[in-house]
């Protein structure tokens, strides 16, 4: 099935023109309908895991895509249901981080990784606080996390920093804006805090803030052109690439792009399926934008898009 395109582009940014030439195709789709799922790229493969299922349910579930065969097969399922977990590769290793368990949006601080050479998941030391919708960077061989809510459904300033040599955590400089379902890439040693919104997708943000990680400091930027939760992005050529997003009455198929050694956005084709939760991971030089959520709220799509 395929939905409608809903684009949300504030006229001023239409000035901005069209991203250096480029353009959507289909890849094989997920085994499975879900949303609420993040992923990454380790050894050449793509890998995603959690999310919400086509019954509306939290889901175990964990797939690997090999962009060589266009093909998807299961692996381990995680030790528990998660969904709004970040997923991030760090040296030649595969971390599920926090996220939210159960219906009740229940935030975690379990710190998984995947062991490819054994199909199993194995944890490493939690987080110092229970932690989901947040996301996550690598810089300089350190995992960084910003933003998402803790209990009671707090939003958190504080950022934490782990260690794999030392398998330990560390809290850093507040993050300026507190804000959950925000994107988050790193770019030449900073982790760039992107969109967002404080709980309520009726108040999204455009915010982009910038974290030096050796310097411990945050810097603001100039803001994305529009204003999105619940969006994906990945790294193309020192580029950041933003899709999607979610609105109270309905989603977003934007797809903006920002040049961190400019400090300036562009506005490329949109997401030929508009929609939210899903994960974006570039092999290549190819973006791959999976599953997620086609409306508002509670919505599967086991399409998978690629931006070339």
């Known amino acids: 099935m395929r939905y409608a395109v809903l684009v949300s582009i504030p006229s001023f940014a239409l000035t901005l023109g069209l991203t250096s030439p480029g353009a959507w195709s289909n890849a094989a789709p997920i085994p499975a309908r879900l949303q609420e799922h993040h992923g990454a790229l380790l050894g050449g493969q793509i890998y995603i895991a959690g999310g919400f299922d086509s019954t509306d349910s939290p889901t175990r579930v ?5 962009p060589g065969r266009d093909a998807w097969t299961r692996i381990a399922d995680l030790p528990e249901d ?6 991030v590769v760090l040296g030649d290793t595969l971390y599920a981080v926090g996220g939210l368990e159960g219906q009740q949006f229940i935030p975690q601080t379990t710190l998984w990784i995947y062991r490819a050479d054994r199909d199993r998941w ?15 960077a690598v810089v300089n061989g350190k995992l960084v996390v910003v933003g998402g809510f803790g209990t009671n459904r707090t939003l958190l300033d504080s950022i934490t920093v782990y260690d794999p040599g030392t398998n330990h955590w560390t809290n850093r400089a507040p993050i300026p804006t507190k804000r959950d379902h925000l994107t988050a890439e790193a770019v030449g040693g900073t982790v760039y805090a992107i969109g967002g919104r404080p709980l309520d997708p009726a108040r999204n943000y455009d915010v ?4 030096d990680v050796a310097a411990d400091r945050w810097t603001t930027k100039s803001p994305m052109p529009s204003r999105r939760g619940g969006l994906a992005s990945a790294v193309l050529d020192d580029k950041i690439h933003t899709f999607g997003g979610e609105r109270r009455d309905g989603v977003f198929a934007n797809h903006e792009v920002y040049d961190p050694a400019h400090d300036a956005w562009t506005v490329a084709a949109p997401l030929p ?3 939210h939760g899903m994960a974006a991971v570039t092999v290549g030089d190819r973006i791959f934008v999976i599953g997620g959520g086609p409306k508002a709220g ?3 799509t086991n399409v998978v898009e690629v931006w070339r």
């Open 82 to 87: 998660r969904h709004h977990m970040p997923l």
């Open 122 to 136: 194995e944890s490493r030391a939690p987080l110092l606080a229970p932690r989901g919708a947040a996301a996550a």
């Open 273 to 275: 399926t508009a929609r």
């Open 298 to 300: 509670s919505a599967q």
């Open 208 to 211: 982009v803030e910038a974290y």
């Open 62 to 66: 964990a797939f690997r895509y090999d």
